[in-house]
């Protein structure tokens, strides 16, 4: 079994909940809610945990995924200290422990300043979350393993006002789009990569 992604997130920030609620297939989180999304391989065991949290805990389930190699759950409520006892129910049926996640590993992140409207109206087509206008500055993130965009895009959002575009925390990457002025990119891409290099766990060499 392993422990690919294990995030905690004390409050989610006012874009990313409502983004949340636009994908997610389980019980919908709302804003200021604590948070875990946690990632393992094999994917079906995901159900394992998602039995011992539920069970031992009154958190609630916003998204279950199985995918073809990776499973993730997360799992939310009002109260940070069922939020985290839920996490450690899961990483004791799993046997595991927190430090046995991968750390994060960022393997593309751009920053397009002025974007074309043609280039805003290709993102806008395909973003579930806010719009991104010509002129606007375009922030793009790759992060291994998926589920860790989550936190990247709640801690840009917590830093400053850029817009949430789409943010995807499942698969074989996960991936964040923000769009906003030019300085504010800038300190949310500070944010993110501050949080990520913050989070201990095994080498991740890809």
């Not at 280039?119 to 790759?142: K, S």
């Amino acid at each position: 079994m392993e422990l690919r992604t294990f995030t905690f997130i004390d409050a989610l920030q006012p874009q990313l909940a409502a983004f949340l609620q636009t994908v997610a297939s389980g019980f919908l989180p709302l804003e200021r809610q604590a948070a875990l999304f946690i990632e393992i391989a094999p994917g079906i065991a995901i159900n394992t945990i998602t039995d011992a949290a539920l069970k031992q805990t009154g958190v609630i389930p916003g998204m279950q995924i199985v995918e073809r190699a990776y499973g993730l759950l997360e799992v939310h409520s009002y109260d940070q200290g069922d939020v985290r006892h839920a996490g450690e129910a899961m990483l004791e049926r799993l046997g595991l422990t927190e430090k046995d996640r991968l750390k994060p590993r960022i393997l593309s992140e751009q920053t397009i300043t002025g974007i074309d409207g043609h280039h805003a109206a290709l993102i806008d087509r395909m973003r579930h979350g806010d719009m991104i206008t010509e002129g606007e500055t375009l922030y793009t993130l790759e992060v291994h393993p998926a589920a860790y965009a989550a936190i990247a895009a709640n801690e840009a959002e917590k830093a400053a006002p850029v817009k949430l575009l789409e943010v995807i925390t499942f698969g074989a990457v996960g991936r964040l789009w923000l769009g906003g002025g030019e300085a504010e990119i800038a300190e949310a891409a500070r944010a993110i990569q501050v949080t990520l290099a913050g989070i201990d766990g095994r080498e991740n060499k890809g």
